[in-house]
């Protein structure tokens, strides 16, 4: 089963969420009014696209954070499962953009359906999830890939 798109070289959001939802990139750019170059897209300008079209975008952070009255900033403690864990397993069996860093470090986006990534700048899919006794543990050493956000995408009306 072939998942690719790559509208231009700054378009990984937009390309990510078409691949995931089906929908044309051309209707996500026109949707948006803008074709990404050279500053790419914010997940944020496609949500109201995707919701008019009937998904939810739900994001799932890795490591989720606030900031109090005071302006102090703090990091919220997954205690039962850790934050990898509880990341993982909100990755199985479900589909959505993953929002990160590339293997240069530079912030990218990609596709994540049947439990692979779909990247648009490459040919094809790759694994990111180790396991142990059949249970996600983490991520896979050499991932040219590093997650911070999941935007899980689901159809909820149409």
């Known amino acids: 089963m072939e998942i690719h798109f790559r509208t231009n070289s700054a378009s990984c959001v937009l390309d990510s969420f078409s691949c995931v939802t089906g929908l044309p990139p051309q209707h996500l750019i026109e949707a948006v009014g803008h074709d990404g170059v050279p500053n790419g897209y914010h997940t944020q300008e496609l949500i109201g696209p ?52 590339d293997g240069k470090k530079r912030p990218h986006a990609v596709a994540w359906k ?35 956000c999941f935007w899980k995408v689901s159809r909820v009306q149409g």
């Open 50 to 101: 995707l919701v008019e079209k009937g998904f939810a975008v739900t994001p799932i952070e890795l490591y989720p954070r606030a900031t109090n009255e005071a302006g102090e900033l703090w990091t919220i403690e997954f205690e039962h499962d850790g934050h990898l864990r509880r990341f993982c397993h909100f990755l199985l069996g479900n589909e959505g953009v993953l929002t990160g860093f």
């Open 114 to 148: 049947n439990n692979q990534i779909f990247d648009p700048a490459l040919d094809k899919p790759y694994d990111l999830l180790c396991y142990s006794d059949s249970e996600p543990i983490g991520f896979l050493g050499g991932c040219p890939f590093r997650p911070l």
